[in-house]
């Protein structure tokens, strides 16, 4: 069947194109305008926006964090709701099956879950085969884990061994790429470490953070892996931890890596209260090494559970649970770390840590490589987004918020003075194009032939939060599943992982390590297709050449 959308403003950066056309759809394919045919079906659009769907490169939506998040935080959707945020108005929509659905509403159609434990894998890929409509892919942590120390015991590099775990582990949870959480913070937070920074060392295995993601970075670059490691940085929210950040980009020896939520890195320590914004020196390093992405982590005001690996930084912000309750958990490699949080408005801090995120979007050279995310929930929960696209577009309403902060956030944000407004092009380079490049993902987040036909169709609005909190019209694969923002076909997606291989020798090492150590078999932590009924649900994504 041939489906034409017809007459509406093309928006389709990966290709330069920013007009008014048509776009053609058969076999859940976009395809170039076929001559001689008639469409079967045909939408009129005219006057709407239309891009191609939407992609999270940083969510957190399944896996043992944000499912101890939920059953931590149950009264979430209610006090959610209590706040203007009635999508989660129901304890139900927190869960796997509103995670689809509302992202699908918004125009999201792949979202990537950045912190899968290796021995958790299983879970966390059962619980993204439960959410409907979108596609989906997992990051799988290493750099806290016994085994990658083990090798790196001692030494600066983990050599072919190490190269040969990395892939052995990506495939062996079906990940898209590697996930590396305060390298060796969270192990050193076992030997009851409560600082951890570039360059101290895991006590016991006496290596440095530094030479971890130094090691793991090479393996990857190896295998050609089209995603880079994904790196949440030692120090994370610390103010002045500005440093950390910029020393752990320039150690990154131009190999392609990805910081991943860097607002919670943009902190320096000037100003009365020793808290102040660190975006220009962050986002100076940002523009100037090029082989460096980053998606953003963007806080908003409200209510949300602060889910993460990294345990020793979870471990401190506990006296600031809000409410009070916490769960650390220290387990294999990086462990979780569950808090629920409440960012205000009225708190210096909080309000600092806002301005901090736009700024970081508004002072990128290349928006290719700033992408953007709130690291949900912990920045603010996905369905915030659209009021921050609004933010970074719309400087007037920037001026509004900024009018309710509190007066000496101005003395050390440089917020109020940035005039830049983020185009309809460039918000769909930090929401479609860049992620989808970055993830090597080469079959969508445009909308030139032989992409999947993901679309969403907006109806402009001076109010970006309205336009993009519902969209108009969505096709996932060519299906309509969304028409005035609302579900109207649930379907289901793929997973996406790569196959880099490996020698056969590291499943016996690996099997002996966990049998001598764990006294179980390897086989019981590998992600089969037989978690799910379906059988085209796993998808690989080629390595590079
Ligand atoms: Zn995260």
Same mark, same amino acid.
């Given at each position: 069947m041939l489906i034409q959308i017809r007459g509406g403003r093309v928006i389709d950066p990966m290709h330069d194109r920013d007009a008014v056309g048509d776009l053609f759809i058969e076999d859940g394919r976009i395809v170039a305008k076929p001559?001689?045919?008639?469409?079967?079906?045909?939408?009129?659009?005219? !006057?709407?926006?239309?891009?191609? !769907?939407?992609?999270? *490169?940083?969510?957190?939506?399944?896996?043992?964090?944000?499912?101890?998040?939920?059953?931590?935080?149950?009264?979430?959707?209610?006090?959610?709701?209590?706040?203007?945020?009635?999508?989660?108005?129901?304890?139900?929509?927190? +869960?796997?099956?509103?995670?689809? %659905?509302?992202?699908?509403?918004?125009?999201?159609?792949? *979202?990537?879950?950045p912190a899968m434990i290796p021995t958790h894998a299983i879970e966390a890929q059962a619980e993204l085969a439960a959410i409907p409509i979108i596609d989906t892919a997992g990051l799988v942590i290493l750099g806290n884990d016994d085994y990658t120390l083990e090798l790196l015991r001692g030494a600066r590099t983990g050599g072919d061994e190490l190269k040969d775990y990395v892939a052995? #582990?990506?495939?062996? &949870?079906?990940?898209?790429?590697?996930?590396? %959480?305060?390298? !060796?913070?969270?192990?050193?937070?076992?030997?009851?470490?409560? #600082?951890?920074?570039?360059?101290?060392?895991?006590?016991?295995?006496?290596?440095?953070s530094r030479a971890i993601v130094e090691?793991?970075?090479?393996?990857?670059?190896?295998?050609?892996?089209?995603h880079p490691p994904h790196v949440h940085c030692n120090n994370r929210g610390i103010a002045g931890n500005v440093e950390t950040a910029v020393a752990t980009i320039e150690a990154t020896q131009d190999l392609p890596i990805h910081f991943a939520h860097i607002q919670f890195y943009g902190y320096g320590d000037a100003g009365k209260k020793g808290f102040s914004s660190g975006a220009p020196r962050l986002m100076e390093a940002v523009n100037k090494h090029k082989n460096v992405?980053?998606?953003? +982590?963007?806080?908003?005001?409200?209510? #949300?559970? #602060? *889910?993460?690996?990294?345990?020793?930084?979870?471990?401190?912000?506990?006296?600031?649970? &809000?409410?009070?309750?916490?769960?650390?958990?220290?387990?294999?490699g990086n462990g979780t770390g569950v808090v629920p949080y409440n960012y205000r408005a009225k708190s210096f801090v909080n309000a600092l840590q806002w301005a901090i995120g736009l700024e970081i979007f508004l002072m990128a050279e290349d928006p290719w490589r700033v992408l953007f995310s709130t690291d949900h929930p912990n920045g603010a929960l996905f369905i915030r987004y659209p009021e921050i696209f609004h933010l970074l577009t719309d400087r007037d309403e920037r001026a509004r918020w900024l009018d309710d902060l509190p007066a000496d956030v101005h003395e050390v944000s440089n917020l109020a003075g940035i005039t830049r407004e983020l185009t309809l092009s460039e918000l769909a380079?930090?929401?479609? +194009?860049?992620?989808?490049?970055?993830?090597g993902l080469t079959d969508r987040g445009h909308l030139g032939p032989g992409a999947v036909a993901d679309i969403a169709v907006y109806t402009d609005q001076k109010n970006k939060r309205a336009m993009f909190a519902a969209a108009d019209l969505v096709f996932k694969? !060519?299906?309509?599943? *969304?028409?005035?923002?609302?579900?109207?076909r649930v379907a289901w997606g793929r997973c996406y992982h790569?196959?880099?291989?490996?020698?056969?020798? %590291?499943?016996?090492?690996?099997?002996?390590?966990?049998?001598?150590?764990y006294g179980v078999d390897l086989s019981r932590f590998g992600v089969t297709e037989a978690i799910t009924h379906r059988p085209d649900r796993f998808a690989t994504v080629p390595c590079l050449n």
């Open positions: 001559e001689g045919r008639n469409p079967d079906e045909v939408y009129d659009v005219g !006057g709407k926006i239309l891009m191609a !769907g939407a992609i999270d *490169v940083h969510s957190h939506i399944a896996g043992t964090n944000i499912t101890l998040g939920r059953q931590l935080m149950p009264e979430l959707p209610a006090l959610a709701a209590a706040e203007g945020q009635p999508i989660l108005a129901s304890p139900a929509a927190w +869960g796997s099956y509103a995670t689809g %659905i509302r992202y699908a509403e918004m125009g999201y159609t792949t *979202v990537i879950e052995w #582990t990506l495939e062996h &949870s079906k990940a898209i790429g590697l996930k590396i %959480i305060n390298a !060796g913070g969270s192990e050193a937070f076992k030997f009851n470490a409560r #600082t951890f920074d570039l360059d101290d060392e895991v006590p016991d295995y006496g290596v440095s090691s793991l970075q090479q393996a990857v670059a190896d295998l050609r892996v089209p992405t980053v998606d953003v +982590g963007q806080v908003m005001f409200g209510q #949300t559970v #602060t *889910v993460s690996g990294d345990i020793l930084r979870q471990f401190d912000a506990r006296g600031a649970a &809000s409410p009070k309750k916490w769960v650390i958990n220290q387990g294999d380079v930090i929401t479609r +194009g860049a992620p989808a490049r970055l993830l694969s !060519g299906a309509l599943v *969304v028409r005035d923002g609302k579900v109207v790569v196959e880099p291989g490996f020698d056969a020798q %590291i499943k016996r090492r690996v099997n002996a390590f966990y049998d001598r150590y």
